[in-house]
């Protein structure tokens, strides 16, 4: 008796597993296939383009997530297979990388005149979409913003010995070493480097690091404005013990990059890909994607309801989302620093 | 009487082998031998994959590689992980098993669930929970004890599971030839618990190797930590390649010790379920100590996580932010996860089986090769089948097939370990008395074996289930398009610092983990003893 039960027990289980394989999600045929997004840009703007593209078009989305250079990579390596129509890339060096294997499709002229062209790709592969601007955010009780140096050079002293917070394998501190390069040089960028690998604390991410200045763990970091919004959404702005603090004076602690998208070359629906991006840039779209994350949009007379520091004000860093390149320069100086 | 005897015997001679036994191996079936062939294929694919990458970086650039003092720093920092937190996670789990099952504890089956439920817990919702609480948990010290209060369940419930299966007649035995409780401890209790202790430390010290998530928030730098950075610094990456290669050779001391333990070790009865109920030992004066020291236990590996969750559930603004997708996001833990767990247990079976029926060095290597791949990172699996899919196999690729790949690949020794610790209570001869009946050799092994190695499937479908449902990179960049799961959205939301929307996707997640546990706990506790 017992071993049937036993027995029926695991033909069952089996025969329901077997159930569950043949329902589980098939991919869609070619010919009604909705768009396929890969997406490494954070969610909450990306989906909420998506539904209003969605309603506005009709044409259905479907999103794989990720980060955005593991994105690339696994474009790079799908390659002309790649199911992928479309790229939204939260940093601009891996729409470099894709577009340098010849990965990516030219955008319609008119879609690129909608943003500045300094945001997007020279030969017209990728387009910015939201701009954000790297800064020092730093704990009011533990710093006296007085006591801000005037350069991020300057943070990699030993007089910063244990109070910055930094994550070398973000994308956006990539950028930021590359800008410092092309500004200071590359000596000074490894000194600079290896000056924060002396004296600085390496977090897992932007975000970590602001958390640990908000949860007073430590005075300074160099992250993305962003997270330091988006920690205060989650908080409450007033409550918050931490403040921005932008270097500018064409510093490179105050670096301006862009989030941005391009179509992919083996697109199946390369015609709604070319669409989505035009939306994206497009007035609704841009209003869309900057109620949801306190980015800069890119199209002249859109406003964040965010309460950034006025985008004309900000006296970034001289350098383009171009110049900045694939990083793969900043990726050797971090090896050399020993920091990757 | 006589095998209780012979089994001392051979505990004196130090566990020499038997070679009467050996005699009874005959070539194994063929299609056993094709069936084993599949997971062996899977598992060559992300070893294929790592020496190719390796490779193309050329010798020069792997010995740079190899000679950087911050590979060393890895190497030091994952090494003194693994060792530091298996260690302790034997201690406890061995405390545990100890006290759960041969002592007189008050209250012993709500403390078997205790020590199990921590299982349910993701590292990295237990690490996020504990780094809320302060700086001071960071770092490799905080790593150790967050990861050991999560891993130690995995050596606590095989243990367990063997010190109740064990003939309490062979004690007996032994204390009847004159030796006292400790002598008796250490020639019969412990060299039939070591299997199961080094199974459990085993897959301990391979989650600690492929670690990520959890590691990644306490800021300890390993091997593994460093293969991520280097895929999210860089495309066509060689020199994670290299690290992952280090990290697979790590991991095959770690195998070779647990085939060294299991050396002549065969723990088969004769005929189910003959072991007794032993009366307990009494705990005496010890007892609040015990009884302390298990409510402390269960305060940090269960309260201090599940307390945050529901502090960030009230305090959070994001409270709420993304909720409509809680159930799609379920529903494909559970497809994913159930429908994985099928796949990878079907595939692990044959290997079991074939490795119980033969001893030849391919069987070996087969049956051992999925322990050092375990020690990989999810990401580098993934990207392994996402190169062989695209090339060899472009009309799966994106599919669920793939994915339930890189599952049975990342899981095996799970499914492995479980099914082999029932099938090893079940006497090679039965099959053979079977087949001497008149049954042919699959009827004989559906009406026979298979019944019997019921209670071990279950194991393994429930403790591969719960690995899955939390699985986190594999998923990420193999799901089908669209398909999103608790644990992909809790990482979602924590990658936006919105805690309090994650907080009830972890929520959910712990609680439907607790499911499989406690069917794991059952399984493995009570099914041994009826």
């Not at chain 1, 939204?88 to 030219?106: Q, Y």
């Not at chain 1, 017209?124 to 800064?135: D, E, H, K, L, N």
């Not at chain 2, 050991?148 to 007649?169: G, K, Q, V």
């Amino acid at each position: 008796m017992y071993d049937v039960t036993r027995r029926r027990f695991l033909l069952t289980a089996g025969a329901g597993g077997l159930a569950l394989v043949s329902g589980l999600p098939r991919p869609a045929r070619a010919d009604s296939a909705p768009l396929a997004l890969y997406n490494g840009q954070h969610r909450p703007p990306v989906e909420a383009l998506i539904a209003a593209f969605t309603k506005s078009t009709g044409i259905e989305v479907t999103v794989r997530h990720g980060n955005s250079a593991q994105l690339a990579s696994q474009i790079v390596e799908e390659g002309a297979h790649s199911p992928a129509d479309l790229f939204w890339s939260e940093e601009s060096p891996s729409l470099v990388a894709t577009a340098r294997r010849g990965l990516l499709a030219p955008l319609d002229p008119e879609t690129l005149q909608q943003v500045p062209a300094i945001f997007s790709a020279k030969d017209g592969t990728w387009i910015g979409a939201t701009a954000r601007c790297r800064v020092v955010v730093y704990n009011k009780s533990m710093i006296d913003a007085a006591a801000l140096p005037p350069s991020v050079l300057d943070f990699a002293t030993e007089a910063w010995k244990g109070k910055v917070a930094y994550a070398p394998n973000s994308g956006a501190f990539q950028q930021q070493i590359m800008a410092v390069m092309i500004l200071k040089g590359r000596d000074a960028a490894l000194a600079w480097l290896k000056g924060l690998r002396d004296f600085g604390e390496v977090y897992n991410s932007d975000s970590a690091a602001v958390e640990a200045v908000e949860g007073g763990d430590i005075a300074v970091a160099l992250s993305n404005n962003y997270y330091w919004y988006a920690l205060a959404r989650e908080i409450g702005e007033a409550d918050m013990n931490s403040a921005i603090y932008n270097i500018g004076r064409g510093d490179p602690g105050t670096l301006v990059t862009v989030s941005g998208a391009g179509v992919l070359k083996s697109a199946k629906n390369a015609e709604a890909a070319q669409r989505f991006v035009a939306f994206m840039v497009s007035e609704e779209g841009q209003k869309t994607i900057v109620e949801a994350i306190a980015e800069y949009p890119l199209r002249p007379g859109v406003t964040s309801p965010f309460p950034l520091a006025p985008f004309a004000g900000l006296d970034p860093a001289p350098v383009t989302p171009d110049q900045l390149g694939d990083a793969e320069a900043a990726l050797d100086l971090l090896r050399e620093a020993g920091l990757a | 009487m006589s095998d209780a005897l012979g089994d001392i015997g051979s505990g004196l001679a130090g566990g020499a082998p038997r070679s009467a036994r050996r005699i009874a191996l005959g070539r194994p079936p063929l299609l056993l031998v094709m069936a084993a062939l599949v997971p062996t294929a899977l598992i060559l694919l992300p070893i294929v994959y790592v020496v190719l990458r390796s490779w193309s970086a050329g010798w020069y650039a792997i010995g740079a590689e190899l000679v950087r003092p911050r590979t060393a720093l890895l190497f030091w920092n994952t090494t003194v992980l693994t060792f530091a937190v298996t260690g302790l996670s034997a201690v406890i789990g061995f405390t545990g098993a100890w006290l759960t099952e041969r002592c007189a504890l008050p209250g012993r089956a709500i403390w078997r669930i205790a020590l199990s439920l921590p299982l349910a817990m993701p590292a990295f919702v237990a690490s996020f929970a504990w780094k809320s609480l302060g700086s001071e948990f960071q770092g490799l010290g905080g790593a150790i004890l967050i990861l050991t209060l999560e891993s130690f369940p995995l050596i606590y419930l095989p243990l367990a599971a063997a010190l109740r299966s064990m003939d309490p007649a062979m004690e007996e035995v032994s204390r009847s030839l004159g030796r006292n409780g400790r002598r008796t401890f250490l020639a019969v209790v412990l060299p039939r618990a070591l299997p199961a202790l080094g199974g459990g430390a085993l897959l301990v010290a391979a989650h600690m190797l492929s670690e990520f998530g959890a590691l990644a928030m306490l800021r300890v730098q390993t091997l593994t930590t460093a293969i991520f950075q280097q895929y999210e610094l860089q495309f066509d990456n060689a020199t994670a390649a290299v690290l992952s290669a280090v990290l697979m050779l790590l991991c095959l001391p770690v195998v070779l010790g647990e085939i060294a333990l299991r050396r002549g070790q065969r723990v088969s009865k004769v005929g189910r379920n003959t072991a007794r109920q032993r009366s307990p030992v009494p705990l005496g004066r010890l007892a609040p100590v015990a009884l302390l020291g298990l409510v402390a236990l269960t305060v940090l590996s269960l309260g201090v996580p599940f307390g945050r969750l529901v502090y960030w559930l009230i305090v959070g603004l994001s409270a709420g932010r993304g909720i409509d997708t809680i159930l799609p996001a379920l529903g494909g833990s559970l497809s994913l996860a159930i429908a994985g767990t099928f796949v990878t247990t079907l595939v692990a079976l044959p290997l079991v089986l074939l490795s119980l029926k033969s001893r030849g060095l391919f069987v070996r290597i087969a049956d051992r090769l999925p322990y050092v791949v375990h020690g990989l990172p999810g990401l580098v699996v993934a990207l392994a089948l996402v190169y062989f899919a695209i090339r060899l196999f472009p009309a799966i690729y994106q599919t669920a097939w793939v994915l339930f790949a890189a599952y049975a690949i990342l899981f095996l020794p799970l499914a492995q370990s479980a099914i082999r610790a029932s099938a090893e209570l079940v006497p090679r001869e039965i099959e053979e008395v079977a087949r001497t009946l008149g049954r042919g050799p699959i009827a004989a092994f559906v009406s026979v074996t298979l019944p019997a190695l019921a209670p071990g499937l279950g194991a393994a479908l429930a403790l591969v289930a719960l690995e899955l449902m939390r699985e986190l990179t594999a998923t990420l960049i193999l799901a089908p398009t669209g398909v999103s799961t608790l644990a992909t959205e809790v990482w979602s939301h924590t990658n936006d610092g919105a805690y309090a929307a994650a907080a009830p996707f972890a929520a959910l997640l712990v609680l439907i983990s607790g499911l499989p546990v406690y069917f794991f706990t059952r399984r493995t506790l009570t099914a041994i003893r009826r």
